[in-house]
């Protein structure tokens, strides 16, 4: 067999690890596959939930990659830890897929994982799958409280940067709140360009970027994890200055045309540009790339 099938087919062909791992998959299967489908159903086609099945994906790919190391990492269970976690996880299945709490449904996916591993597998294996864990938790949706709490607050520092920029450029704005007025438009930033929508799936791709790119470095992984805020933010801003102007210079007819057809592609490309900008300088720094630092 040839060795690239080998590496992927052979970790999975151990007849006591299929025999250990069949029920979890089947029972995963039965407790979450409804969920997914709500989920595509309903939270997956809102904008800032679109991100969903990437993260799922992802996830299990992470998860892939490292079934060597688990396997390899068995230390044969911690049975007191696993049932609490898988427990825990177990009961906020079960309160939010009754009570409709996707907050809960969808979060329980944590404890029921890590439980399950450190039951089968233990400590060291789970440790392997610290990254795909975490990185889990963007499939939760925010509770409505941060919501709320979150978005004014957002559209203020969103609608005060952009009249800012455009000031110093030369056109004729003003603020009223969360009003913009250019010429003869006025501009309302309403919730959806408060960049809330777009924070928590350019957080994600961020946070992916730098666990494939510098987890090895601590000093430059930490310089990056700082930046991702500002740069999602920047981004946004970026997305509602040149939604601005387009209205300005061509209408109000083109504005809702670059709103609706390519105002996410350019929030998205500012902040991986800007995201790959960072890391580029902070490659270039000594301090972070001294000789004998961990690459």
């Not at 509602?240 to 300005?248: E, R």
Request: aromatic content about 10%; some cysteine.
């Amino acid at each position: 067999m040839p060795p690239v099938l080998e590496q992927w087919i052979l970790p999975v062909q151990d007849g006591e690890g299929l025999r250990r791992w069949l029920p979890v998959a089947l029972g995963l299967a039965v407790m979450y596959v409804p969920t997914y489908l709500d989920l595509a159903q309903g939270l997956w086609r809102e904008e800032p939930y679109a991100h969903g099945p990437i993260i799922l994906a992802v996830v299990a790919w992470l998860t892939w990659r490292q079934r060597a190391a688990m396997a390899a990492a068995d230390a044969g269970g911690a049975p007191l830890a696993g049932s609490v976690a898988l427990t825990l996880g177990v009961a906020l299945y079960v309160i939010g897929r009754s009570q409709s709490l996707p907050l809960f449904e969808v979060g329980s996916q944590i404890p029921v994982f890590a439980g399950a591993v450190l039951l089968l597998l233990g400590w060291r294996a789970l440790a392997r799958l610290w990254f795909p864990l975490v990185f889990l938790s963007f499939l939760v949706p925010l509770p409505g409280f941060v919501i709320y709490g979150i978005t004014g607050p957002l559209k203020t520092l969103v609608s005060q940067n952009v009249e800012s920029v455009l000031y110093l450029l030369g056109y004729p704005v003003a603020r009223a709140g969360v009003m913009l007025s250019i010429g003869q438009y006025q501009l309302l930033v309403t919730d959806a360009c408060s960049g809330l929508n777009s924070l928590y799936s350019l957080a994600a791709l961020g946070f992916l970027y730098l666990h494939l790119t510098a987890s090895g470095n601590i000093a430059r992984a930490v310089c990056l994890a700082a930046g991702i805020l500002p740069i999602a933010l920047a981004a946004n801003g970026v997305r509602v200055l040149i939604l601005v102007l387009v209205t300005f210079h061509l209408g109000d007819e083109a504005g809702q045309s670059f709103l609706h057809g390519f105002a996410g592609m350019t929030l998205f490309m500012t902040a991986l540009l800007l995201l790959l900008g960072l890391d580029a300088l902070l490659r270039r720094l000594p301090a972070l790339n001294r000789p004998g630092a961990p690459a």
